[in-house]
């Protein structure tokens, strides 16, 4: 579970503001936690997750000050892009990358949860499903949609999963799903944020891949 406690997303401020640096420190381990989960069945999440946030932080870099938390960046790109806006930019990155914390976000939720197949409890399927439900699915056409099916019936097992996430170390798997939910707290505040200012902005679309 070191593989997540030791990169904990920052506790969000009153204003909610989140800020872009360390933001795009915490996700930069995200791929590594997609690694628990098969390094090359879920290789096209992990490249999705590696490729937005390459685009967001070339982004920031550009002005570090002008772009400081990610909703100025949205504001910043709306002015900038005019009618293009959100098609364009960090902020279209951005628009996938919180669809694939969520994912994160719901699995885990529901691997801490204790939600399970009763006939096959050690099994992953229940929990990614779920995820990818209430995250990818409306935006993934027929054919992406299977992909995720065979993808989901080849993950591993969760004792498996849970010692990756303890970088291989013996640690019993309610001590694990504890950490799990203690790494829910700013991960969970700040993916809720993120689609609250999408929202807010109406900067969301639903254009299937």
């Not at 933001?23 to 997609?34: G, T």
């Not at 019936?153 to 203690?182: H, M, N, Q, W």
Request: net charge positive.
């Amino acid at each position: 579970m070191a593989l997540l406690m030791d990169h904990q997303f920052r506790l969000l401020p009153a204003d909610k503001q989140v800020e872009t640096r360390p933001f795009l420190e915490a996700c930069s381990y995200l791929p590594s936690f997609i690694d628990c989960l098969g390094p090359t069945l879920f290789a096209p999440i992990k490249a999705e997750i590696t490729g937005n946030l390459t685009k967001i932080k070339a982004v920031y870099e550009s002005h570090p000050v002008r772009y400081k938390t990610l909703q100025q960046i949205l504001e910043a790109e709306k002015e900038q892009h005019g009618s293009q806006w959100p098609r364009v930019g960090a902020t279209l990155a951005l628009m996938w990358l919180k669809r694939a914390l969520r994912f994160i976000q719901v699995f885990l939720q529901s691997v801490a949860d204790g939600e399970r197949d009763e006939a096959n409890p050690n099994l992953l399927r229940v929990n990614l499903s779920k995820a990818y439900d209430a995250s990818l699915r409306k935006y993934h056409g027929w054919l992406m949609q299977n992909l995720h099916k065979a993808i989901m019936y080849a993950a591993p097992y969760k004792t498996d999963f849970l010692k990756s996430l303890s970088k291989g170390r013996e640690v019993k798997d309610e001590e694990c799903l504890e950490k799990i939910r203690k790494f829910l707290n700013n991960f969970s505040a700040t993916v809720d944020t993120i689609y609250e200012v999408f929202s807010k902005m109406n900067a969301d679309l639903e254009y299937k891949v």
